[in-house]
């Protein structure tokens, strides 16, 4: 069946550095990849899609990649900040263009001054 | 502009009731969806609404869970006959077009059942 994972322990890391969290697939071929940020008590909001033929994307301090062939995707915040902490879901498209989404359980980052 | 809105923001009802929840997309999205989201858990997909296309349902977990959406915009999910295991957040998002276009959530419906 399909399965998305993301690490389920908090990431606590130092202000300044860089985080990095990890989403796997297995049993899928996504055409897209999303990932959105949830803070607690608030819906999710989006913060940066990839495609199957895009190795990377960036915005500002965020960086994205994406790799078929492992079946992974890297989500990093550089010169993190403590207002980076929050919960990051990834979600996956799937190449049947239905827009059905289907996330990960997500991963909470803690960002210490 | 304004986004995407819902109500109730909470809801305490008793199991066995059924329940109402409703959500305003963005103006000028054709594609909304409902998702259900327990403590500590991901998004479990429930429903999405593209234009005037069929539903795809295929995330509702029981019969007891139904939506509708007039007119192309507002969207009711109704839960009959509630039962404890429904209590979570449920959350609708609408975007531009489906596929590959961003999702805007908004704030969510938090059922407690009894």
């Known amino acids: 069946s399909q399965k998305i994972e993301q690490n389920s322990e908090a990431l606590n890391i130092q202000e300044g550095k860089t985080a990095t969290l990890t989403c796997n697939y297995t049993?899928?071929?996504?055409?897209?990849l999303q990932w959105y940020r949830q803070d607690p008590g608030r819906g999710p909001v989006f913060l940066l899609l990839i495609r199957e033929n895009e190795k990377e994307k960036r915005k500002e301090r965020l960086k994205v990649t994406f790799d078929t062939t492992l079946k992974q995707s890297l989500f990093h915040i550089t010169a993190s900040q403590p207002a980076d902490s929050a919960t990051y879901l990834c979600?996956?498209?799937?190449?049947?263009?239905?827009?059905?989404?289907?996330f990960g359980q997500g991963t909470t980052l803690q960002v210490k001054p | 502009g304004a986004g995407v809105s819902q109500s109730p923001s909470n809801k305490v009802t008793e199991k066995g009731k059924d329940v109402e929840l409703r959500c305003d997309p963005i103006s000028g999205h054709t594609a909304l969806y409902w998702y259900r989201q327990s403590l500590g858990q991901g998004l479990e997909f429930l429903i999405y609404f593209q234009g005037n296309s069929a539903p795809d349902k295929s995330g509702l977990p029981s019969d007891r869970f139904s939506a509708e959406r007039t007119g192309g915009s507002v969207s009711t999910l109704t839960i009959q006959r509630t039962q404890q295991e429904d209590s979570a957040v449920y959350l609708c998002a609408s975007s531009l077009e489906a596929a590959a276009h961003e999702q805007f959530f908004g704030p969510g419906t938090r059922l407690t059942v009894l």
């Open positions: 049993n899928y071929s996504p055409a897209y």
């Open positions: 979600a996956l498209l799937g190449s049947s263009n239905t827009g059905k989404l289907i």
